[in-house]
């Protein structure tokens, strides 16, 4: 069936450096992705999102890039903070929101 | 914040027995949808109200039920609780009518012993 997955389930980066986090998607109907960032308990928190008809969205520090040839959905944080620090989720809007399994982004000071 | 509330904000349950869990949404929107999120994973979509009527439903058996009032605000009730209901459950509230964008609560965490 259809899924959203992500590649890594864990990414460390240095304090400063650029993350980037990765998403594959399999449905390709869908038409609307979106970011969320998920601390120890809280619920998610809305970042950026990004529609079919783009392949690139900035916010601020973050960047979502959409690559619908082959289904694939990256956030990139520029200078990555230690608040940054977070579980990261991908989702896809077609009708009903799916989310993959998520990414835990560590930052070292 | 979001604005969106929920309440309790944990619960104890045993197997068999009833629970409802509450939701307020964000002042304008008219869209509650509510998801289930086990330990590690990402939330997984129970079913969406708008407007009072249910707009669509995930892959959860009938036991998991819910409403929306007037104002907006939802429930969700699962009978017959069974363990594995353990989980975090959030709602996320939106605008269908402008956007589609959802905004979630800090959740419910339900522990069924």
Known sequence: GESVGLHLPTLSVQEGDNSIINCAYSNSASDYFIWYKQESGKGPQFIIDIRSNMDKRQGQRVTVLLNKTVKHLSLQIAA?????????????????????????????? | ETGVTQSPTHLIKTRGQQVTLRCSSQSGHNTVSWYQQALGQGPQFIFQYYREEENGRGNFPPRFSGLQFPNYSSELNVNA???????????????LDTDETQYFGPGTRLLVL
């Open chain 1, 80 to 109: 990555t903070q230690p608040g940054d620090s977070a579980v990261y989720f991908c989702a896809e809007n077609n009708n009903d929101m799916r989310f993959g399994a998520g990414t835990r982004l560590t930052v070292k000071p």
């Open chain 2, 81 to 95: 609780l069974e363990l594995d209901d353990s989980a975090l459950y959030l709602c996320a509230s939106s605008s």
